[in-house]
């Protein structure tokens, strides 16, 4: 879920405020053990995605990137905890062509690191006195937990629907983007409408970045292409080919384990999916004209407009890229 031409999308303070954030921990005073190891593995490169979201979101609502800050830290260090916890349960020996947590220092340690940071985030959201904030991080570990729990569930289930398959992505995806798009109004301890509009755009946003992940697990030629059909996962694009094949909405995954997908309806599936996407990322579009029109007078034409434009040209890239 990265973005490659980040620097031509994103404004020059948005990039100066990812820039100060510290993101290596090897000498992390809470645990220099701990802190080394997930420097060298799941903290190790990325694009930063989630942060920059997080401070995009900050212009529109008026928060500066000071205030901010934390929050946009925060919610990579919770990312790197969940891609600890996976690659144990994925028995993965690599994480971005390099070896992956557990195999540098196996499954116990991989397992108790990202416990760590999920523990360590939670206290440092704490420590700023924003109840609410504390509360939402806390769903969004929970949902976590549950996608991945659902996920492993549905490889199993007499009956798996498309909702099925789309609740997996809001909670595992769409969760963290949730807090991307939230922290600043919960920051400002915004309610109603406002706090509506960011959840559902974080959400959707999350959604159509899942759906892209798996349409593009089709189209990779890195080795790691299919790794969805290697792990046991019914992502979007394959209950849509069994969906298609068996003429219904609904599949039983234990039926077509192990079965090679039909080739002529790959094709298909995908285009079903693409057209899923382009109907989410127009959703997000509207959703960023509501917020605005939810925002002060004052703040509609002004600090608003380059995120706002910031925010459409990610969008834009999601829509081109599958």
């Not at 599949?251 to 057209?275: C, F, M, Q, T, Y």
Request: proline letters at 4%; aromatic letters at 6%; glycine letters at 4%.
């Amino acid at each position: 879920m990265s973005i490659s031409p980040i620097d031509l999308v994103i404004p020059p303070s948005v990039k100066a405020s990812l820039d100060s954030l510290q993101f290596d921990l090897k000498s992390w005073e809470s645990n220099e053990r701990i802190g080394n190891l997930v420097s060298s593995s799941v903290l190790k490169d990325g694009k930063r995605l989630r942060p920059i979201l997080t401070f995009l979101a900050a212009d529109i609502w008026g928060v500066s990137h000071d205030q901010i800050a934390p929050f946009a830290r925060v919610v990579e260090l919770v990312h790197a905890a969940t891609l600890a916890h996976d690659d144990v349960i994925d028995q993965a020996d690599f994480r971005r062509g390099k070896p992956s947590i557990n195999a540098i220092a196996g499954n116990k340690k991989a397992v108790l690191a990202g416990d760590y940071l999920l523990a360590y985030s939670l206290s440092e959201v704490a420590s700023y006195q924003r109840p609410r904030l504390v509360t939402c991080l806390a769903e969004i570990i929970s949902d976590l937990a549950e996608g991945e729990w659902i996920q492993i569930e549905n490889s199993d289930a007499l009956t798996l629907t498309e909702t099925d398959v789309d609740r997996v992505a809001l909670k595992k995806t769409g969760s963290v983007l949730r807090w991307c798009s939230q922290a600043a109004p919960l920051y400002l301890d915004i309610e109603g409408q406002g706090i509506t509009l960011s959840r559902e755009f974080g959400e959707t946003l999350g959604l159509a970045f899942q759906m892209t992940d798996d349409i593009l697990d089709f189209k990779r030629n890195d080795g790691s292409e299919l790794a969805d059909i290697k792990n046991d996962v019914i992502n979007s694009v394959i209950f849509k080919v069994w969906s298609m094949k068996l003429d219904s909405e609904s599949i039983s995954p234990s039926s077509v384990r192990g079965k090679d997908l039909p080739n002529e309806l790959i094709e298909p599936a995908l285009n079903s999916v693409r057209k899923r996407v382009h109907i989410l990322l127009q959703r997000c579009k509207d959703i960023l004209d509501e917020i605005e029109a939810y925002l002060p007078l004052d703040r509609q034409k002004s600090s608003s407009d380059p995120a706002k434009q910031a925010l459409l040209n990610i969008i834009h890239y999601l829509d081109n890229r599958i």
